[in-house]
């Protein structure tokens, strides 16, 4: 079936490091998989982050970016200098094209931003 | 933005109870999911709906599971009877449908069965 590896919380970053959470994927039964990256901060829910659809397009929301790169199956989140409001939960997703489809989760993990 | 309502967040029954946990997806959605994530591991795919049927299910939909969204109200999902593993939490989502495609999660709700 189809699934995702990512790394695994607890992630600890000092304010303004750079963050790389990384996320592979395995992709069976969908041809060509949408990637996506959630977020959970303190008190809130699940909420999108940013999303890819095409392999090889970068996907960039308040200063993260994340690559779909099919040679490597990955999407990895990247961020230069984190700050101390970004610390929650990441998951890593896949999905297939199309409306109302399921997603496919990572474990999830959980960043903290030291000041 | 738009919100999803899940309602309570911690629920407690006793195994061999009948629970119904309730979401009040965002207004004009037109798709519905949930999912369950035990704690320790990945949140996972139980059912979607669509205009009053069921879409796709997962293995772990059980047969015990029902759900449901009478009149465009609540989008429930019932368990009867429960069991010891049903003890997770439950998160409801919506999506617009035609147009938009991004998910929209409520906060969940803790199941325990004792």
């Known amino acids: 079936g189809d699934s995702v590896t990512q790394t695994e919380g607890p992630v600890t970053v000092s304010e303004s490091e750079s963050l790389i959470i990384n996320c592979t994927y395995s992709?069976?039964?969908?041809?060509?998989?949408?990637l996506f990256w959630y977020v959970r901060y303190p008190g809130e829910g699940l909420q999108l982050l940013l999303k890819v659809i095409t392999a090889g397009q970068k996907g960039s929301s308040r200063g993260f970016e994340a690559t779909y790169n099919k040679e490597t199956t990955s999407f990895h989140l990247q961020k230069a200098s984190v700050q101390e409001s970004d610390s929650a939960v990441y998951y890593c997703?896949?999905?297939?094209?199309?409306?109302?489809?399921?997603?496919?989760f990572g474990k999830g993990a959980k960043l903290t931003v030291s000041p | 933005g738009p919100k999803v309502l899940q309602i309570p967040s911690h629920q407690i029954i006793d195994m061999g109870q009948m629970v119904t946990l309730n979401c009040d997806p965002v207004s004009n959605h037109l798709y519905f999911y949930w999912y369950k994530q035990i704690l320790g591991q990945q949140m996972e795919f139980l059912v979607n709906f669509y205009n009053g049927k069921v879409m796709e299910k997962s293995k772990l939909f059980k047969d015990q599971f029902s759900v449901e969204r009478p009149d465009g109200s609540y989008f429930t999902l019932k368990i009867q009877p429960t069991a010891l593993e049903d003890s997770a939490v439950y998160f409801c989502?919506?999506?617009?449908?035609?147009?938009?495609?991004?998910?929209?999660f409520g906060k969940g709700t803790r199941l325990t069965v004792v």
């Open positions: 997703a896949l999905g297939p094209q199309g409306t109302g489809s399921k997603l496919s």
């Open positions: 989502a919506s999506s617009p449908g035609q147009g938009g495609t991004e998910v929209f």
């Open positions: 992709a069976t039964s969908i041809a060509y998989p949408n």
